[in-house]
């Protein structure tokens, strides 16, 4: 074995490369933050409130005009697609944290994980040849089921962990007083676990939020009309900062960094109350 | 494991049972329904699959159609991106799980949870807009003027837009996926295996590795589940790959990923009789693909976390 001095440096070295790789990897992150921010900040300044009232800008127009539309539409389809995702995601959690020795149950398991790894631009093919080309419309409706299909993973994901929180003495201290299974699911897990659950929904919304490619050939990006029909066409605050960003106009590109900060505002702001509500869980 | 569950529950839970198994059974049914619909709109394609697989042509206007490009540049990009995540994922679970294991431990912790909350249209706003030309500045020209030689980087930098940017900003944005697997896996390790290092007196850095060692399928399985996530990813890919049918060993060139060609060119492709279907044939490769690796991947992990734990 290599002597003392030898070791010991080895060891400092060690902890100077684990400390420089963590750095390494969160610096491109904490760079996109600050300039995201920076930049976004600064379109949101000179927008001034209308960035959250008016309608986009068209490339040569004097002002910088607003996401009214987009922002309308990433609501109407959170609107759309949290319901059905959160729910399908409690009842699959509920399903397998009940009966996890059966054949059933280790389906689903399994295909949480397989859907975990289907690509979202594919789910966004998917809604357009189910839904958009029979209706012959692009609508919130499609990319609402597409929101929904690549955010149950999440969703489940989060419930089951949530539930499987919950010590087994309450649901002995249920079974014992008589209790059916039923009602001990609703009265007495589900409820001590609801703090778990409220984080899983906003981390389930945060998903639905900030997803892009699953809304391309799905929601038909109706840009410049306050969105207010399901079945019809919408924008979301993502697809916009994807499509002006590619553009090639600067107006356009200090939208998409304005959108882009609000996004990530939104986002992280989801985040942080997702870490409160889980905060004082004392069981 | 699968014992028939109906007879060891009461009349009660039989109804509860049955009455969850349709919701329960819809995440199989979505997957089986998105595997059939993206089959049944390649099946046009599919007996000519092998020949679009091996050209490299985009051209509707003539119906010549190959992915050669998009799939080789796919491969390229996740592979990339699954090193950047193994390189940068250890050191973070080594200094969570690891290193500081207190109160600064669980911050770096939420703030790479934090991370994971960011959504990827503003990775991939920030990667076209400051890594790419940054990439292209800092580390494609000088190693394109000092090591030339080498194909991997043999071509003069344009822009920056290229297969090395896609996987490094798609790199970076898998990293705090792939870290929490790693340290989720790396903490169940018993205490024991590290007490006994210790005890020989073994340093931080040789209990690490004796400790990374033993997790190493977990962390192999980690990086799978990275690169199959990699493989899918569409706004970054479709923002920094730089959008072009070009086969190139030099990591420095504009190239395509298959989510890339699909976010670029699906939305025009019902205008083309055959353009459709090949971009369906495209994502069952990917979605094959990925699906796969994150199967070997979830096997290793969970298959090691029975092993270690039991």
């Given at each position: ?14 902890v ?28 949101m ?10 309608p ?54 399994v ?18 040849s ?27 994901t ?51 939020l ?39 106009y600067?107006?356009?590109h ?30 | ?9 009461s009349?009660k839970?039989?109804?509860f049972?049955?009455s ?9 049914g ?8 993206i ?55 080594l ?33 076209a807009r ?5 990439l ?102 479709a ?39 090949v ?8 979605l ?19 092993r270690?734990?039991?």
């Amino acid at each position: 074995m290599a002597s003392w001095a030898v070791r010991k440096l080895e060891d400092r070295l060690f902890v100077v490369a684990v400390v420089l790789g963590s750095a390494l990897a969160l610096a491109p992150l904490a760079h996109a933050l600050a300039v995201t921010l920076y930049n976004g900040l600064s379109t949101m300044a000179r927008a001034g409130l209308g960035f959250f009232v008016n309608p986009p800008p068209t490339p040569y127009s004097a002002s910088l005009g607003g996401v009214a539309p987009a922002l309308v539409g990433s609501l109407l389809l959170l609107a759309l697609a949290l319901p059905p995702s959160a729910f399908l995601g409690l009842l699959l959690a509920v399903f397998t944290n009940e009966f996890p020795g059966s054949r059933a149950a280790a389906l689903v398991e399994v295909g949480a994980r397989a859907f975990t790894s289907v690509p979202t631009v594919i789910l966004s093919m998917v809604a357009y040849s189910l839904l958009v080309v029979p209706t012959r419309s692009y609508s919130a409706l499609a990319g609402a089921f597409a929101l929904t299909a690549a955010s149950l993973p999440y969703s489940y994901t989060a419930f089951s962990s949530a539930l499987r929180m919950v010590p087994e003495m309450y649901r002995e201290a249920a079974y014992s007083i008589g209790m059916s299974r039923w009602t001990t699911v609703w009265r007495v897990l589900v409820p001590i676990a609801r703090r778990g659950i409220a984080s899983g929904v906003l981390m389930t919304l945060t998903r639905i939020l900030g997803e892009t490619a699953a809304l391309l050939f799905a929601v038909g990006a109706l840009r410049y009309v306050v969105p207010l029909n399901p079945l019809g066409p919408v924008d979301a605050l993502p697809l916009l900062i994807f499509d002006y960003a590619l553009s090639p106009y600067k107006l356009f590109h200090e939208v998409a960094w304005g959108a882009a900060a609000l996004l990530l505002i939104i986002s992280l702001a989801l985040f942080a109350l997702s870490k409160v509500v889980v905060k004082g869980v004392r069981l | 494991m699968s014992a028939p569950v109906g007879e060891m529950l009461s009349e009660k839970d039989k109804i509860f049972y049955f009455s969850l198994l349709p919701p329960a059974l819809t995440t199989l049914g979505l997957l089986a329904l998105i595997v059939s619909t993206i089959g049944a709109k390649a099946a046009l394609v599919l007996p000519q699959a092998l020949t679009i697989l091996a050209a490299n042509v985009w051209d509707p206007e003539n119906e010549r159609y190959g992915l050669l490009a998009p799939v080789l540049g796919t491969l390229v990009v996740a592979s990339i991106a699954g090193a950047v995540s193994l390189a940068l994922g250890l050191p973070l679970t080594l200094a969570v799980a690891e290193l500081l294991r207190g109160r600064l431990g669980s911050v770096l912790q939420t703030l790479l949870e934090m991370a994971s909350a960011f959504p990827t249209v503003v990775i991939g706003l920030w990667s076209a807009r400051y890594l790419a030309p940054f990439l292209s500045e800092n580390v494609m020209k000088p190693l394109y003027s000092s090591f030339g030689f080498i194909p991997t980087f043999s071509c003069r930098p344009l822009g920056g837009y290229s297969l090395l940017t896609a996987g490094l900003a798609i790199g970076f944005s898998v990293v705090p996926y792939t870290a929490s697997i790693m340290i989720e896996s790396y903490r169940l390790i018993p205490s024991t295996y590290r007490e006994a290092c210790y005890g020989i007196g073994a340093t931080r850095y040789e209990t690490a590795r004796i400790l990374v060692s033993l997790a190493r399928p977990a962390i192999a399985g980690s990086v799978l589940l990275g690169v199959a996530r990699a493989m899918g990813e569409t706004t970054i890919a479709a923002m920094t790959v730089g959008n072009a049918m070009n086969i190139s060993a030099c990591l420095f060139e504009p190239s395509y990923t298959v989510p890339a060609l699909i976010a670029a060119q699906f939305g025009n492709a019902n205008l083309y009789r055959y353009a459709e279907p090949v971009l369906y044939l495209a994502a069952l490769v990917v979605l094959a693909l990925a699906l796969a690796l994150s199967a070997v991947g979830f096997k290793l992990v969970s298959g090691w976390r029975v092993r270690i734990v039991g």
